[in-house]
């Protein structure tokens, strides 16, 4: 955990090892973070979830959860 105790920039993302993302997988949701930031300081709530996102290749869907 020290590289997270070191991290500069403002979005710090965890990957699991087998995680495997497709190109240019970041930017649509850093662009959601942005937006989710917003709301968060306009509500106040503490706790975002995001809609469920579906891979190109898969076919679940992969929930995900944002505390602020």
């Known amino acids: 955990?020290?590289?997270?105790?070191?991290a500069t920039g403002e979005i710090l993302v965890f990957?699991?090892?087998h995680v495997e993302t497709l190109e240019y997988w970041l930017e649509p949701l850093v662009v959601q973070l942005i937006s989710l930031r917003k709301q968060h300081q306009q509500e106040k709530n503490g706790q975002l979830n995001l809609p469920s996102q579906q891979d190109e290749k898969r076919t679940s869907k992969l929930p995900c959860?944002?505390?602020?």
Do not use: E, V
Not at 65 to 68: D, G, Q, R, W
């Open 1 to 6: 955990m020290n590289g997270a105790r070191n």
């Open 65 to 68: 959860k944002i505390t602020i």
């Open 15 to 17: 990957l699991d090892a």
